[in-house]
Nanobody
Framework: QVQLVESGGGLVQAGGSLRLSCAASERTFNYYTMGWFRQNPGKEREFVALISGSGGRTYYADFVKGRFSISRDNTKNTVILQMNSLKLEDTAVYYC??????????????????WGRGTQVTVSS
């Protein structure tokens, strides 16, 4: 069982930046593709970004390209989501997710096996 704990959320003004972290309990962390998703009440969970186990491949949702960056440190079992140029519509609960099953581009929530509890990001005007 992989435990994931997100941190770094908070309140920020539009145009600002936040850095989300996800700490994993799994010692074979480098075997896992890691993803970030977000969700607002009453809305579908949506894919934000993913990074392969080695960190060599990343993939982003179109609406965050050029603004968000995902990275990982396998020595610290941590994945980072750097969010810049935040917009009001980026407000959501952000979730970290992990899967050990290899897939080309897992952008659907059901493709992930483990989830964190989420961290709230609120962007104000």
């Amino acid at each position: 069982q992989v435990q994931l704990v997100e941190s770094g959320g908070g309140l920020v003004q539009a145009g600002g930046s936040l850095r989300l972290s996800c700490a994993a309990s799994e010692r074979t962390f480098n075997y896992y593709t890691m993803g970030w998703f977000r969700q607002n009440p009453g809305k579908e969970r949506e894919f934000v970004a993913l990074i392969s186990g080695s960190g060599g491949r990343t993939y982003y949702a179109d609406f965050v390209k050029g603004r968000f960056s995902i990275s990982r440190d396998n020595t610290k079992n941590t994945v980072i989501l750097q969010m810049n140029s935040l917009k009001l519509e980026d407000t959501a609960v952000y979730y970290c997710a992990a899967t050990s099953v290899w897939r080309a581009t897992p952008i659907v929530g059901s493709e992930y096996d483990y989830w964190g509890r989420g961290t709230q990001v609120t962007v104000s005007s």
